[in-house]
């Protein structure tokens, strides 16, 4: 699966967009972008994923560059509880397997 | 999303014994299962893919023998730390994937265990 890159720390403000960027230039065709986060001490929880569409659901919403090398997940109105580590992985479709890198950790401030 | 459970949250034991913890998915069948372990501050590391009805899959540096992985069920997947040391108190995540729905893994909650 391609490697992604991601910032290791952002911060917020609370009712603001949050942006957190992902590199993933090696991406192949049949691969997938996924997002999940992880609230302190808790498991992953899923997001959002999407192959080369932007994808919106109740939680996020996904926008992927053309070229399919870079992607921004957006949280449109941050609150307290947004506060996690965001991983993007890439994953090939029918693939089971998932890679967590390090993610990247997003602070939301009042 | 589809719902993973795991069982127990948390647990406390002794060096040298042995602890089963339990991942479940609630609502859809999982012939396969995915065993993970976060130390501090770190991300999650997958230890080994649970396949219903035959062995598991384990990565490369992690214990077979320490580690028993059964998937006896599409529902059930246990992992036994067997002869439990300090160093492999961690953070226990299960996860099962939804082969049926969106291509999705599914994550459980998660079981703290701290070895004495």
């Known amino acids: 699966d391609a490697k992604t890159t991601q910032p290791p720390s952002m911060d917020c403000a609370e009712g603001r967009a949050a942006n957190l960027p992902c590199n993933h230039s090696t991406i192949s065709g049949n691969e997938y972008v996924y997002w999940y986060r992880q609230i302190h001490s808790q498991g992953p929880q899923y997001i959002i994923h999407g192959l080369k569409n932007n994808e919106t659901n109740e939680m996020a919403s996904l926008i992927i560059t053309e070229d399919r090398k870079s992607s921004t997940l957006i949280l449109p109105h941050a609150t307290l509880r947004d506060t996690a580590v965001y991983y993007c992985i890439v994953k090939a479709q029918g693939a089971q397997k998932l890679v967590f890198g390090q993610g990247t950790r997003l602070t939301i401030n009042p | 999303g589809a719902v993973v459970s795991q069982h127990p949250s948390w647990v406390i034991c002794k060096s040298g014994t042995s602890v089963k913890i339990e991942c479940r998915s609630l609502?859809?069948?999982?012939?396969?299962m995915f065993w993970y372990r976060q130390f501090p501050k770190q991300s999650l590391m997958l230890m080994a893919t649970s396949n219903e009805g035959s062995k598991a899959t384990y990565e490369q540096g992690v214990e077979k023998d320490k580690f028993l992985i059964n998937h006896a069920s599409l529902t059930l997947s246990t992992l036994t730390v067997t002869s439990a040391h300090p160093e492999d108190s961690s953070f226990y995540i299960c996860s099962a994937f939804n082969s049926g729905g969106t291509d999705t893994q599914y994550f459980g909650p998660g079981t703290r265990l701290t070895v004495l």
């Open positions: 609502d859809f069948q999982a012939t396969t």
